[in-house]
C-alpha cells in the first residue's frame, strides 16, 4: 500500500483517523496508542508480511534498550553522579 493509493487515501486512512479520535474522545488514550501501532504493522505488512516480523524485532529491540538506558539514568540520578 502506498500513500498515493486509493486503497490508502479512502480506506486506511480514514478508518484509523476515525478510530483513533474515536478512543480518544472516550478517553481511551492507551487503547488509542495501541490501535494506531497496530494500524502501522498492518500498513506495513500490506505490502510483504514477512517484513512484519522484522519490524516487530526491531520495535522490541529498541523498547528493550530504551528501558535499560532509563534504568542506568535513574540508578545514576540516585548516586549523586555528575553530568551524563
Not at 494500524?39 to 522490541?60: C, M, P, Q
Amino acid at each position: 500500500m502506498l500513500f498515493s493509493s486509493a486503497v490508502f487515501i479512502f480506506a486506511f486512512l480514514p478508518i484509523m483517523l476515525f478510530g483513533f479520535y474515536l478512543l480518544k474522545h472516550f478517553k481511551k488514550f492507551i487503547l488509542a496508542k495501541v490501535f494506531l501501532v497496530l494500524g502501522s504493522f498492518f500498513f506495513y505488512g500490506y505490502f510483504e508480511f514477512k517484513l512484519v516480523f522484522l519490524l516487530l524485532a526491531s520495535v522490541l529491540v529498541n523498547y528493550f534498550l530504551a528501558l535499560k538506558l532509563l534504568s542506568n539514568m535513574n540508578l545514576r540520578g540516585s548516586q549523586g553522579g555528575g553530568a551524563c
